[in-house]
């Protein structure tokens, strides 16, 4: 397929196949470059109709747009071009894996091409969880199911069978001093050294090893804007693949508890953090979903089970706390975006040091 004198590659990886356009889209004008590049591979039915689009400017990692036909909203087609340098620490190739093995499965939206700095990919209708739909029982439940849904997919042999998590703590290493004078001084307030994080890093990786866990395709960033509500099918589906990997089952709900504070720097709360009351009753929910699809019944469901995987859940979301951490420092040094991120891991790094003895003595 040739578009705009570009020859169109087909990719193949195992049995996963996509389209691969080798051009570098422009973030500013991100239309052009759809219109131009990407519409052959996505929806070339629309070739000669008005394409109308919409920016999302509320992700602090890319930059994203939707595209799509008056009246046709559901079958948008969404753009996103990678954030500034995110390639030193994001592997786009096991991305890629990811979001097709989920689409495989029917639990992803389908990927249309790659290009050499994003992704073309399908809409999944519906809206983006709110903090107060993550404290909602009947939500919970919904997201528990497409948590565990996610978990009982086999992890693609394309990832090495180890918990990407220690990957993403590895990210300390590729970290600099900071050039910017604010940034260096605030972070000097708040770690002193980098040694600081490497020692709580080593803490907590020994605590998860200790767990002995299985691992299962993880997500790893449950967040609420990773959440898609379907009100007229009553669904709840995971999109933004781009961490996904081998993890242990905890570490999803762990973060995603952690989430229920929100992402706004200058309204974080972590007093919304779920009480163990609920937490036991969102694992629960979890466990029959598990025990549904493995085929022993919601009713194998034990209260140890449920107990020791809160216990398990405390410590992820120690390590949650310094994946977030690690990763705001990173963006501090590379992102464009603008985003207070050394102020992020400051607040996330703080309520790991004020948590810590308490989780590890449950």
Known sequence: ????????????????????????????????????????????????????????????????????????????????????????????????????????????????????????????????????????????????????????????SQFPLQNRLYEFFEWIDIIEEFSDVRKAKRFKEIFGSKDTLKIELEIIKTEIHKLNCPLVLSHNDTLSGNFIYDENKGTVTLIDLEYGGPNIRPYDIANHFCEFAGLDIDNIDYGRFPNEEFQKKWIKMYLEEIAKLEGTGPESVTIEQVNEMYVQVGVCALAAHLMWTVWALLQAQYSSIDFDYIEYSGIRFSEYMSKKQQFLSL
């Open 1 to 156: 397929l040739k578009m705009a004198g570009t020859v169109v590659e087909e990719r193949i990886d195992g049995g996963l196949r996509w389209s691969f356009v080798p051009v570098e889209i422009d973030p500013a004008n991100i239309p052009s470059g759809y219109k131009k590049y990407l519409l052959p591979s996505s929806k070339p039915e629309w070739k000669d109709k008005v394409i109308l689009c919409k920016t999302f400017d509320d992700g602090i990692t890319n930059k994203l747009v939707a595209f799509y036909i008056e009246g046709e909203q559901d079958h948008m087609v969404l753009v996103r071009t990678n954030g500034n340098n995110t390639e030193v620490f994001i592997r786009r190739d096991l991305e890629i894996v990811t979001m097709l093995t989920l689409h495989q499965a029917g639990v992803a939206s389908p990927l249309y091409a790659q290009f050499k700095n994003g992704l073309c990919y399908g809409y999944t209708p519906g809206r983006s969880f709110t903090l107060d739909d993550m404290q909602d029982l009947e939500m919970a439940r919904r997201t528990a199911k497409c948590i565990a849904k996610l978990h009982s997919i086999p992890i693609p």
